[in-house]
């Protein structure tokens, strides 16, 4: 069984959205529903200013506060493969999920009025291909796999750098990681 992860190498990502673009146009969201982000961190004083880039987006939790949150039963769930998902037929558009999430990392579609959120694009996975994100990066920052597979990427990252959780308020385990 696979459990997937993805890993952030913040030294790679120059803060060029093209994963944001991605998604939007991939899945047909409007403006306002980002299913990932890149925050802007701008670190010194002109003229030494350095600034760091740091790709977000659902941290697909070991623990999801999302699912317990939920006042309908299966409308966001999490599969055995890890991913943490919602289903729009059975989504209320109620928001409890968007107010739980401690990463901000779902919204309110406004033309369909249900929850949004990144999938890890679970149906891209299933067939075997890549995240959109993962493959829209031009510099190789987003590092995607089954972390339990001794051969995938993600998996000898974890074993040889042991990327970070960038935090963990609310002890859910998020499976995403950074360098």
């Known amino acids: 069984m696979s459990k997937y992860a993805m890993v952030f190498d913040k030294e790679k990502c120059i803060g060029c959205n093209a994963c944001v673009v991605a998604c939007q146009q991939g899945y047909q969201l409007p403006p306002d529903n980002k299913l990932n982000w890149v925050l802007v961190n701008q670190k010194g004083k002109f003229p030494n200013v350095i600034m760091e ?48 999430c401690p990463y901000g990392a779902r919204s309110i579609n406004a033309e369909s009025n249900k929850a949004v959120k990144c999938s890890f694009c679970a149906s891209r996975v299933s067939n075997g291909e890549a995240p959109l994100c993962v493959n829209t990066c031009i510099t190789d920052a987003r590092i995607f796999g089954d972390i339990d597979d001794p051969n995938s990427e993600v998996s000898k990252l974890m ?10 308020p609310e002890n859910i385990n998020p499976q995403v990681f950074y360098l």
């Open 53 to 100: 880039f740091v790709p977000a987006l659902c941290a697909h939790c070991e623990d999801p506060i999302c699912v317990k949150a939920c006042p309908v039963e299966g409308a966001t769930y999490k599969t055995k493969e890890g991913f943490v998902l919602v289903d729009e037929a059975k989504c209320i558009g109620c928001g409890a999920c968007i107010n739980a």
């Open 159 to 168: 074993k040889e750098k042991q990327p970070k959780q960038l935090g963990d």
